[in-house]
């Protein structure tokens, strides 16, 4: 049983609606199972951990199952559907100049989906607000949203942070994507590393490490401090540099605001399962907090590959060429 449950529950009660206490509720009471300590009292998180399986749950509750949960039958049938959707929408590259199409994206045996064998374990991965929803942007952020179609392409430094390179953020690392998703876990003591493959970014946090750094650093990932709880490993981040085009799940790529807050929490179901959750506090993006929540397996199996992110990144180039070719071309029939 893990130990100090209650005084998780409490604390993250303040981020988490219903919903996210349930599972992990759930999650804290069907411990029994307990994991080597290191020496220096952490208990090890070391490996290889992979959220593909939860590539097959929907991000947010399908519209066609608002305001109830549906069946695993109907659940079941929604992702089939969606999957063959998928298949006929991709194509490789000769099957698309081939068929007279566009070039499209990469062929399906690109993506992590199309080889899993991934069980959906919930109706949604968004857990708190109860409709399963990620809330309502605020009108800055819409703004923020509709300038980014916009102006995307007038210089490199309006174009996604993740496309720069630069870093994809916390959701662009932890949540479940199209591949790559393994993520390394090392220790050492007093620190835990995850280490993405997508653009190389680790993230070194400190484990009772006293207060955030100055108010006045603002970083891509935000300031993350770790604490243990049992076999749960709680992670607080503050101090997010302000990005108003970031990697996010939902609707466009909102803003990064100051002030921005994430709880993390990576609770031991087994040695080979951890339940992660993520909630976010962005009251200048989101009309009010929200939490997701998934399982990583461990997966030794997987390896990690050197991701040179610029080396050969010849998108950047022709997709700001290309916005300039449209521009010219709408100067010159009069229609701008």
């Not at 290889?48 to 039958?73: I, S």
């Amino acid at each position: 049983m893990i130990k100090n449950s209650k005084s998780v529950q409490r604390k993250l009660a303040l981020v988490g609606g219903p919903m996210f206490l349930a599972v992990l509720v759930s999650s804290l009471q069907a411990q029994d199972w307990q994991p080597e300590l290191l020496p220096d009292g952490q208990p090890n998180i070391t490996g290889m951990w992979n959220n593909v399986g939860a590539t097959a749950t929907p991000v947010e509750m399908p519209d066609e199952f608002e305001g109830r949960v549906p069946t695993a039958e109907e659940l079941a049938d929604f992702i089939a559907r969606r999957d063959e959707a998928r298949k006929g929408n991709v194509c490789s590259l000769n099957e698309c100049i081939s068929g007279g199409q566009s070039v499209g994206a990469y062929g399906n045996e690109w993506f992590d989906w199309f080889w899993s064998d991934a069980v959906v374990d919930a109706p949604a991965l968004v857990v708190d607000p109860p409709n399963g929803r990620i809330p309502a942007y605020t009108s800055a952020a819409q703004e923020a949203i509709r300038l980014n179609v916009v102006e995307e392409h007038d210089s490199a430094a309006n174009v996604e942070a993740g496309d720069r390179c630069l870093s994809r953020g916390v959701f662009g690392m932890m949540m479940p994507t199209a591949y790559n998703n393994g993520k390394l876990i090392l220790q050492s003591p007093g620190y835990v590393m995850i280490h993405s493959e997508m653009i190389h970014n680790a993230r070194i946090i400190p484990i009772d490490a006293g207060n955030h750094v100055s108010d006045n650093i603002k970083l891509w990932e935000g300031d993350a401090r770790g604490r243990w709880e049992g076999n749960t490993l709680i992670v607080e981040s503050t101090n997010f540099k302000y990005v108003r085009n970031i990697r996010a799940p939902g609707r466009g790529n909102p803003p990064q605001n100051e002030g921005r807050k994430m709880i993390e929490t990576f609770t031991f179901e087994d040695e080979n399962t951890l339940r992660y959750t993520l909630t976010v506090d962005d009251p200048l993006t989101y009309e009010e907090p929200w939490t997701v929540a998934f399982p990583y397996l461990k997966d030794s199996e997987y390896k990690q590959y050197e991701y040179a992110c610029h080396e050969g990144n010849y998108a950047m180039e022709t997709r700001l060429s290309g916005a300039r070719v449209v521009e010219r071309g709408l100067t010159e029939t009069g229609n701008r």
